[in-house]
């Protein structure tokens, strides 16, 4: 079965800076190692490429908005109680949400597998990958470095759009 990492958390991020949407991705992946699902956290995974760097950061970059979105709604669904965390690859998670808010999470969920693979990675590498930040000051640094150059490259492109 394969296993998916995709978190729902329960604080708002704020858009004020741009990187706090990189320290809040970078936030989310460190909170998926204490969820206690089934990972060896003494297993050895390949070293993880330039390449790989990229897309796993712009997975988490196309994933953010829609995570956002998802909770909002949820949480309108929800009203005043506390959201529980919903991780895609534990039913129990989705199955104690009301019809509606679990309806939506299963579409984030799918869209963030579908995220994943059009961004060429398989949702066991981009697992991989994600506990491996947790260890790897280095790798840390390196996505976060790989999140903010694509944010201002994102900017960018949207800047000179909007000037013509």
């Keep these: 079965m394969q296993e998916n990492y995709f978190v729902f958390?329960?604080?708002s991020i704020k858009h004020k800076l741009s990187e706090s949407l990189v320290f809040a991705t970078l936030a989310a992946a460190s909170l998926i190692a204490t969820l206690?699902?089934?990972v060896k956290a003494d297993a050895q995974i390949p070293p993880v490429n330039n390449a790989e760097v990229t897309s796993y950061a712009q997975s988490v970059l196309e994933?953010?908005?829609k995570r956002q979105d998802a909770f909002q709604e949820i949480k309108k669904i929800i009203g005043g109680k506390e959201i529980p965390k919903i991780v895609c690859n534990d039913?129990?998670?989705i199955n104690s949400l009301p019809n509606k808010a679990r309806e939506?999470?299963?579409n984030y969920c799918n869209d963030s597998q579908n995220i994943v693979s059009a961004n060429k990675l398989t949702i066991d590498r981009f697992n991989q990958i994600t506990v491996e930040i947790q260890s790897n000051a280095?790798?840390?640094r390196q996505i976060y470095n790989?999140?903010?150059r694509l944010q201002n490259e994102s900017a960018s492109k949207s800047g000179a759009r909007?000037?013509?």
């Design 138 to 140: 280095d790798l840390k």
């Design 9 to 11: 958390l329960r604080t």
């Design 91 to 93: 039913p129990n998670s």
């Design 104 to 106: 939506i999470a299963v």
């Design 36 to 38: 206690g699902l089934t």
């Design 63 to 65: 994933m953010e908005p």
């Design 162 to 164: 909007n000037s013509r």
């Design 146 to 148: 790989t999140l903010l």
